[in-house]
Nanobody
Framework: QVQLVESGGGLVQPGGSLRLSCAAS????????MGWYRQAPGKHRELVAR???????NYADSVKGRFTISRDNAKHTVYLQMNNLKPEDTAVYYC?????????????WGQGTLVTASS
């Protein structure tokens, strides 16, 4: 089995920064894509940013220029640097990874970490 563990969420004032981390562990042969999604109260879960094994990434329009996704393949870890946070960024952020594990290729989710941008 594979586990994704997120960290780095918290309360920050608008304009502030946070860095989220997500580490994958377990039976991992390779990880293709890794990404961050978020879900605000009363809203659907949405893609924030995603990065593939080769390093190409894509972002939601609402976070372009403010958020940066990166990954450390040796550590099976993906990061999300969030700058100039806005109140509308407040949400639970979930890590997702496409993993080749025992039994085949599967998508896994973390438990979520709460980010609150508020004064």
């Amino acid at each position: 089995q594979v586990q994704l563990v997120e960290s780095g969420g918290g309360l920050v004032q608008p304009g502030g920064s946070l860095r989220l981390s997500c580490a994958a562990s377990g039976i991992i042969f390779s990880i293709n894509d890794m990404g961050w999604y978020r879900q605000a109260p009363g809203k659907h879960r949405e893609l924030v940013a995603r990065i593939v094994n080769g390093g190409m990434s894509n972002y939601a329009d609402s976070v372009k220029g403010r958020f940066t996704i990166s990954r450390d393949n040796a550590k099976h870890t993906v990061y999300l640097q969030m700058n100039n946070l806005k109140p509308e960024d407040t949400a639970v952020y979930y890590c997702n990874a496409g993993v080749l594990t025992h039994g085949g290729y599967r998508q896994f989710w973390g438990q979520g970490t709460l980010v609150t941008a508020s004064s």
